[in-house]
């Protein structure tokens, strides 16, 4: 079960989900976000330091090259595209680093299938989020287990969306074979980009 934990804001939470053994480290540089990390996270910094987590830079429609100039100032080993980027600009960005393209799953999406079939050769994970919806909808997060449960994938993904420690049990029971991981914001933090480290070690712990 590999964690992904997005928002991060300063060097020293970096260093401290390095120090938990989290997977990876969700950086995001969209402005208008409340956890923009291009004015409070160094560039020169983050580079030079010899980190295990990986590094994800979350990024909404740029340009190839200003996303090529942001993995270049902060060394990122993936990128996560959460707008609606083109299966060629992720083809592009897959030559440089690794590419997760993310999914916004809606009470409308007939198919995950249909939805991802364009970017299969072109990124190496997906992840899904949803709107908060009913309890029957997998952890409130209206990501339908049934729908899920219905498509091929083939693809390594993330699940994200109102996760947090109450849902350890549910995500251990998640039954497809290309289920990778969890993505976490909100559901472990103080306030955006202040983490709650004792509960994350505590969920990874959990997973286990």
Request: aromatic share 10%; proline share 3%.
């Amino acid at each position: 079960m590999n964690i992904k934990v997005c928002g991060i804001t300063t060097f020293k939470q970096l260093q401290q989900l390095d120090g938990l053994e989290i997977d990876m480290a969700g950086l995001v540089f969209i402005p208008d976000s409340p956890w923009y990390a291009g004015t409070s996270l160094s560039g020169s910094a983050v580079s030079k330091a010899d980190f295990d987590v990986k590094k994800v830079g979350i990024m909404r429609n740029p340009s190839l090259s200003e996303a090529l100039d942001i993995i270049d100032e902060y060394k990122l080993d993936v990128v996560q595209l959460v707008g609606e980027e083109s299966e060629t600009l992720c083809d592009d960005l897959s030559t440089e680093v690794e590419v997760i393209k993310s999914f916004y799953l809606s009470d409308v999406t007939a198919s995950v299938d249909e939805l991802i079939k364009e970017y299969d050769a072109v990124c190496d994970y997906y992840l899904f989020s949803g709107p908060v919806a009913a309890a029957t909808d997998i952890y409130g997060s209206g990501l339908s287990l049934a729908l899920l449960k219905q498509a091929r994938i083939e693809k390594p993904f993330f699940i994200s969306g109102g996760i947090d420690s109450s849902h350890a049990s549910m995500i251990r029971g998640v039954d497809h074979p290309d289920f990778f991981g969890v993505d976490l914001t909100t559901g472990f933090e103080i306030a955006p980009g202040d983490k709650d480290l004792k509960s994350l070690l505590q969920f990874r712990q959990l997973l286990r």
